[in-house]
């Protein structure tokens, strides 16, 4: 994750130092990766005193305050009542209402974990592209389906139905898609369906609505590759393209925890902060 800029200053804020610990309940050994979330912990959890930690660690994504901006190493990461040793300090982007975030819709995360969905098929020459399950009937309309592996590796194709069910509408396929195949769906722009991926420092592809954290005002979504500078994804210019080595990015604006009832505190910097 990085930070593009500020809807309202226009440059993007600048890095601040603070205490970080990646773990809430021990000198932290696990590395957290640069452009990942930070949380401030809860207010029930101060056994061993107040810091910033991993944004995805209990409860994800409450208390929020930043992007980290540069590595935790597995080493040197202390508790304030660590023994001998004060906190260790890292540098982080604040997060504010304005600021504007760009993910990338990886094929891994940080850790090599598979960011990519399976379980579609397609026929060639056919437009229905059909999923396990896409949720909620007509959410991805304008969204985006990009083959990362099989027969039809390299093919993106613009959605224009979809039934609820799974049976997605698209232009028509080059090649045929079976179960096994790996592919990155890309959410509409404007989209408050997200999927954050295990470091939270990217966006893991889910097709299925109900299965995405709704996290986000979405605001556009890109296209970068060899031979095509980064642009904004089109259906007049990119779908049914067959492309080699694409990436998808999403650029959009961090405004909750969950929706407008939930009742967790989202970003810390504007609605205080939470105990649970």
Not at 254 to 273: E, I, K, P, T, Y
Request: proline share 4%.
């Amino acid at each position: 994750m990085i930070i593009v800029k500020d809807l309202i200053g226009g440059n993007k804020p600048e890095p601040i130092l603070i205490h970080y610990n990646g773990t809430l309940d021990a000198d932290s050994v696990t590395l957290r990766y640069a452009g990942s979330f930070v949380k401030q912990m809860d207010l029930n959890d101060i056994d061993n005193g107040l810091f910033f930690t991993f944004g995805g660690l209990a409860s994800a994504m409450e208390n929020t305050v930043g992007i980290l901006a540069e590595d935790q190493p597995i080493t040197g990461n202390y508790l304030p009542n660590a023994t001998a040793l004060g906190m260790t300090t890292r540098l982080m982007y604040p997060i504010f209402p304005s600021t504007v975030l760009r993910g990338e819709y990886s094929r891994t995360d940080k850790a090599g974990a598979a960011n990519t969905d399976t379980g579609a098929t397609a026929t060639a020459a056919a437009t229905t592209f059909t999923a396990a399950a896409t949720g909620t009937a007509d959410r991805t309309i304008g969204g985006w389906i990009y083959m990362v592996t099989g027969a039809a590796a390299g093919e993106l194709h613009y959605v224009t139905d979809d039934d609820g069910s799974g049976a997605i509408t698209t232009s028509a396929w080059a090649n045929a898609v079976v179960a096994a195949d790996t592919f990155l769906f890309i959410w509409p722009a404007c989209s408050n369906y997200i999927l954050y991926d295990a470091t939270y420092s990217g966006l893991k592809s889910e097709i299925d609505d109900s299965a995405c954290v709704k996290h986000i005002q979405g605001i556009m979504t890109y296209i970068q590759a060899p031979g095509i500078p980064l642009q904004p994804l089109a259906r007049d210019l990119h779908d049914a393209l067959v492309v080699a080595n694409a990436r998808f990015f999403h650029d959009f604006v961090w405004c909750g925890l969950g929706d407008l009832g939930a009742s967790g505190v989202a970003l810390n910097w504007v609605r205080n902060q939470t105990a649970a």
